[in-house]
């Protein structure tokens, strides 16, 4: 391609690139490939060193003793040497970093990740291709749209579905409830009757999730401009899964009182229970109903290559949209997700065209920009971890990693049920364990304050880290198993741990107040 009025002067083949000049010596060019090998692998070896060292997940090191190193560097006099950057990293965050690939962190929906997807992001970053635009990307956006379709087959959403890779399940989840709430809209207005003025129908527009729901659906609701009621959280059952009664019900209530429901959003895997909605009922309903239904599985999203559980995930191929995180039960690292809809029409509600970039000619020459289907511009090839995973792995690899912290839950909650020290709430489907240390006698009365400080000083020695959440008010001990190098031992130990910690909490207040009565 030439520019009008420019001179074009042809170099050689295989021209020689220029003198490497101090100010450029960082550009990543064809003259520095020498050195993007050389402090890569310098890098590379720092993280392997201290991944291979770590003999806790965490150092237990506080905000306070960690804020003064980072505020005492000068950012604008740079170490202008690798080496010893790689020291003051050191200090400043790879000694003291949570690190997710140790059997024994326990606590968030974090997962070791795999050496493929790793592979993929150092390619990304380095390659730095955006996926907006195809002239911005090429074969990168074609990547994307073929895990899309190869997603969208395992959900089984049927030939008209489509996709975008996103951040991550929050903004999953946001986009979905902007489709979905753009679609009630337009309803409402071609419904007969009286056109209602858009706040108007906003102000009618209802969500209808499960208690176990995640806060995402919230705050998409919130940053979506629907009112402070928007979301209406419908009950669970024992095993704190949706209630499809309620859930009917709901739809009527809403009906009657003039309200609009956008939206139903089962979980395929709740955060802290690890529950799966009865997606063929709620499909039902939703059916019935003529209710747009979203399924959030950023969770549950690793059954789709399951050798063994994929039945669990049935019905979810009945949804409007889907969520799916890879970062969390595909072994990605962050971020890498993407939202998935039934019908690609729906994608019109985030396309907006831009001469600079997206012309909407460009839609007439089938030019495929990734940027019509997303809320974001520039993008990260964050498919490419996937596709690497999948093609030296392969998906049954993947799902039976998954499997496996699976059965690891399921043995925690024997373990759990069989010790006397714990309650343990509800039998997760995935691999989720919720529970508690339960004092015996006088000390009964503090079980929320035993536990809230089991999990603190757990953290503090570094030991282990487990998560905490409140199930019907009261404070519970979590476990999220995604590690597969987790053993039932190291589950084992953990709990004595906590039982360690917990007790010594109760014996010292009980005997506290015993001796020291007007405290
Ligand atoms: C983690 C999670 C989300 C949010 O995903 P992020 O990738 O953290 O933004 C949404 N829904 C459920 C059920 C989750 O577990």
New binding site residues.
């Given amino acids: 391609m030439s520019l009008p009025g420019a001179t074009v002067q042809a170099l050689p083949t295989g021209a020689v690139p220029g003198p490497v000049t101090a100010d450029r010596a960082h550009l990543f060019t064809a003259g520095t490939v020498a050195d993007y090998r050389r402090v890569l692998a310098e890098g590379i070896d720092r993280v392997a060193d201290r991944v291979a060292a770590a003999d806790r997940p965490f150092t237990g090191v506080t905000p306070q003793d960690l804020a003064p190193r980072i505020a005492g560097i000068d950012l604008d006099r740079p170490l202008g040497d690798t080496g010893a950057a790689l020291d003051e990293l050191q200090d400043v965050y790879l000694r003291d970093a949570v690190y997710f690939h140790h059997p024994r962190y326990l606590a968030h929906?974090n997962c070791p990740v795999v050496i493929p997807a790793l592979l993929g992001e150092a390619v990304l970053s380095a390659v730095n291709s955006s996926l907006d635009t195809w002239d911005q990307s090429a074969g990168g956006t074609l990547i994307e749209r073929r895990l899309i379709d190869w997603t969208v087959d395992r959900v089984g959403l049927g030939p008209a579905a489509d996709g975008v890779f996103t951040?991550?399940?929050?903004?999953?989840?946001l986009q979905a409830m902007l489709l979905a709430r753009e679609e009630a809209v337009g309803r409402a207005a071609t419904s007969g009757g009286p056109r209602p003025s858009r706040p108007e129908s906003l102000s009618r527009l209802r969500i209808l999730t499960s208690a176990a729901?995640?806060f995402?659906v919230q705050k998409a609701a919130k940053l979506l401009g629907l009112d402070a009621d928007a979301v209406v959280t419908v009950g669970t059952d024992a095993g704190r899964r949706m209630r499809t009664d309620e859930l009917a019900r709901e739809i009527d209530r809403c009906r009657r009182e003039g309200l609009r429901v956008m939206a139903v959003v089962a979980?395929a895997?709740?955060?802290d229970f690890g529950t799966i909605d009865p997606l063929p009922r709620i499909a039902g309903i939703c059916a019935a109903a003529g209710v747009w239904l979203h399924v959030?599985a950023?969770?549950g999203c690793g059954l789709l290559v399951s050798p063994t559980r994929r039945h669990l995930l049935d019905g979810i191929d009945r949804a409007d949209s889907v969520?799916v995180?890879y970062?969390?039960s595909f072994f990605q690292p962050v971020?890498s997700?993407a939202l998935l809809v039934r019908d690609r029409r729906v994608l019109r509600h985030a396309t907006w065209h831009a001469d600079y970039l997206n012309p909407a000619r460009a839609v007439e020459q089938r030019i495929p920009n990734q940027v019509d289907k997303s809320i974001q511009t520039t993008r990260r090839f964050d498919a490419l971890k996937l596709w690497l995973t999948l093609r030296i792995m392969g998906p049954d690899a993947v799902g039976a990693l998954f499997d496996e912290v699976i059965d690891r839950a399921a043995a925690a909650w024997h373990l759990l049920t069989e010790d006397p020290r714990f309650e343990v709430v509800t039998r997760s489907q995935l691999s989720t364990v919720v529970f508690r240390y339960l004092p015996t006698g006088p000390g009964r009365a503090l079980v929320d304050e035993a536990n809230l400080y089991a999990r603190e000083a757990l953290a503090a020695s570094g030991a282990a880290l487990v998560a905490g959440t409140t199930v019907d008010g009261a404070h519970h001990l979590k476990f999220t198993l995604l590690n597969p190098e987790t053993t039932v031992a190291d589950i084992a130990h953990v709990l004595d741990l906590i039982a360690e910690h917990a007790g010594w909490y109760v014996r010292t207040r009980t005997a506290g107040e015993l001796s020291c009565p007007i405290r």
């Fill in positions: 929906l951040s991550g399940g929050t903004q999953s989840n729901g995640h995402s979980t895997g709740t955060t959030d950023a969770y969520t995180d970062h969390k971020s997700s």
